[in-house]
């Protein structure tokens, strides 16, 4: 009754047009009250309508939000943490995934950083959405960017045995570094808080050639080992150099 006294369109819609088949005396007095002008579009049924326009476009604007604060965070985020467990490291929460990622994907060269940028800005987009301080986002763009983002991580899913392969690499040569320096400051008597680097600068000469000279040229060990430093620093370079990887 109160959307008839207020005029509203489809219920005036529905007296104007309908025809009852069955009226036990509320239709008819409605139809004859519209015919006659007695039920007027009311500023209250406009206002109304007004309203309800602005409260469903917010609705449309929250839902295509919560798109971005869900499903293209989740898509992102997911994504990046499977590939870090499959590269054998341990999860880490959302809020420190960026700097993960930048360690252990971009620094080697196997991520472009605007992808780890991307991460960070929609990890920090969630967090303003969730919290009301950002309103208007432009959703498309985002979840363009989502998609590149996960085609790109799928790219690297299947070349982890060449992700594997870097990070064994860069722990065997690093390892392989410092037991060389140990020996060569051991031999020479330098300072037990003497770095690598330090070694080199102290000796004149790179680790490898000192190594070399004092170990390999003087008999102390064999030659095998000079041949694996090399080994693994060819294949060092291979991974580094991305060419299988970009393949």
Known sequence: MDYAMTGHPIVYFLIKEGVPLHDTGFFTP????????KIPKTREATEKLMEESIERLARANAARLLILAEDCYRAMVDSTLALLML?????VLPNQLYGAVKELLVKPGFL?????????????????????KILRVNIDTWIERAENYVEKIFELKEKMEIVKKHIILERTYEVMVK???????????????????EVEENLGVSLKEAFKRD???????????????????????????????KN
């Open 215 to 245: 170990f390999i040229d003087t008999g102390r060990i064999s030659e095998r080992y000079l041949e694996l430093w090399t080994t693994v620093e060819e294949l060092k370079k291979e991974v580094i150099d991305c060419k299988h990887f």
């Open 30 to 37: 409605w139809k004859k009250l519209l015919e006659l002008g």
């Open 112 to 132: 472009e950083e605007e992808y780890a940028n991307w991460l960070n800005e929609v990890i920090q987009l969630r967090k303003e959405i969730t919290t009301r």
């Open 87 to 91: 590269m054998d490291f341990d999860p």
């Open 179 to 197: 037991s060389v320096a140990e020996a060569l400051k051991t031999l020479h008597k330098l300072p037990e808080e003497t770095r690598p680097e």
